[in-house]
């Protein structure tokens, strides 16, 4: 039963990733917003809310190191394995404002977020702090992109406003309830293994979470929409960390122990401070990098699982 769940789980997120796309290019075109910042806002937001849905259950349900695990796991899986697999299928143009302004928001919010952390609780002030900047951001964002002009191409809408708007919720909805029957039987799986709830934590159910940026961000290289891919990806990362960790802790504050998740919290950080360079390294991320990003991932994943 819950291989089933699993596979089901999964089917469902290709179908919704590939309705998302299409509605936020669409509506990226519509609105003279570019695709980055689409994919930096909407889809990064949909994409990450089995992410904020399991946080949220884990902390009521008294299991934290759930709840933390899924979100630092989940951001070493976006930028390591998503968008290394991403750019080997179809490398990227790197935007200018991707590396100027969204990258070190990202570095900086997860230095934040380890500095906050660091008693071991993340209250609810700080989880306050945190979705207070998610919202100035946003709002700066699409207030910047409005006021550029740039729509990110010059191709035309192809649809209904309606059609559009309707393929992002259908798609965003289809998104969250696959993951969720993905991740349900994922940890069936796992704990069928005995592991323990930190390790699933970090994988089983980060991984399972992060299918929704997986697919979304594949199915926008398929489509050649690579700004939807990297924006995605960072632009989950800070909701991860700003949306979903400050929106669990302003509920139910979340408390765990940091010393357990110091490794982990040094391969979330390292992860996005290896990005940089990669970004520089010319205007273009290429198959080599991808390559680099899905070997960092491999060898987390194989120190997480001899640590037990």
Known sequence: MDLFLTLLGLAILVAG???MVRGAVDLALRAHVSPLVIGLTVVSMGTSAPELLVSLVAAFKGTPDIAIGNVVGSNIANISLILGLSILIFPIEVDREARRVHWPLMMAVTLLFWWFFRNDLISRVEGLLFVALLVLYVGWMLRSSRRSGSGGTQAAPRMAWWKAAALLVVGIAALSKGASWFV??????????????????????????????????????FRKQPDISLGNLIGSNIFNLLGILGITSVVHPIAANHSAFLLDLLAMALTALLLYPLMRLGNRMGRWQGLMLVAAYALYVVYVVQRG
């Open 17 to 19: 990733a590939e309705l």
């Open 184 to 221: 349900e039987g994922g940890v069936g799986l796992a704990r069928q293994a005995g592991v323990s709830e930190q390790l699933i934590g970090v994988t089983v159910i980060a991984f399972g979470t992060s299918v929704p940026e997986l697919v979304t961000s594949l199915v926008a290289s």
